[in-house]
């Protein structure tokens, strides 16, 4: 297994080790011993799978705020997306900086999204699917989004404007957003 942490601090690029043999390969997406030697020591409670129709869809970007806020291990496991966490805690020296990376079942990438990012993805093939844990349980009422174009990420470009949620489509611009992450 390869980590290596990105640009913004607490955000980690994990590349699990593959087995190949004639049948196709075997990999240990997560092991709680093997990620706590290389310095990831998040528990995670919740393990969520998304299902993505179309090419150009977005998801995102969401947090939830504390008491219930949530770090995520993200993977693709069925074709391609550009995965995002833009840093949202206020005082933080990254503040409002993002990280994109290609994740994909090709390359069997994983990012760590710490606590006090927003998290989101476009989707760059047709049925793509994301399988991702979860360090606390979903808590509706601490769900927030923030626009995925307002945050001047340098996404993908796809052939159509991108398929959103109605929850997507209205979340506040990232100027004029009230962070409830401290650095
Ligand atoms: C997140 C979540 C949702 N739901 C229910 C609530 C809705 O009835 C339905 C779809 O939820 P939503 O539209 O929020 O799903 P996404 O747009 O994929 O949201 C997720 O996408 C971005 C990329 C994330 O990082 C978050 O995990 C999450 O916000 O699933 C649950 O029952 N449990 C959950 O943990």
Redesign the pocket.
């Known amino acids: 297994m390869v980590v290596e942490e990105m640009n913004l601090s607490g955000v980690f690029l994990i590349t699990p080790k593959r087995f190949g043999d004639e049948r196709g390969f075997f990999a240990e997406s997560w092991n709680m011993r093997s990620f706590a030697e290389r310095g990831i020591d998040t528990e995670f409670v919740?393990d969520?799978h998304?299902l993505s129709t179309s090419e150009g869809t977005v998801?995102?970007?969401?947090?939830?705020a504390p008491p219930h806020a949530?770090a995520?291990l993200?993977r693709c496991g069925r074709g391609r997306i550009f995965d995002v966490a833009v840093d949202i805690r206020r005082g933080s020296p990254t503040y409002g900086k993002w990280y994109g990376v290609e994740l994909s079942f090709e390359n069997g990438k994983q990012v760590l999204i710490p606590e006090g990012f927003l998290?989101?993805?476009m989707t760059l093939e047709p049925g793509s699917e994301?399988i991702?844990k979860?360090s606390d349980?979903?808590a509706?009422e601490c769900?927030g989004?923030v626009r995925w174009d307002s945050c001047g990420i340098d996404w993908p470009l796809v052939s159509h404007d991108p398929v959103l949620?109605g929850?997507?489509a209205a979340a506040p611009v990232f100027s004029e957003f009230d962070t409830p992450f401290q650095y």
Not at 59 to 64: T, Y
């Open positions: 919740q969520n998304s998801r995102g970007l969401h947090f939830q949530q995520k993200v998290h989101g993805f994301i991702y979860c349980y979903y509706p769900d989004a949620s929850k997507d």
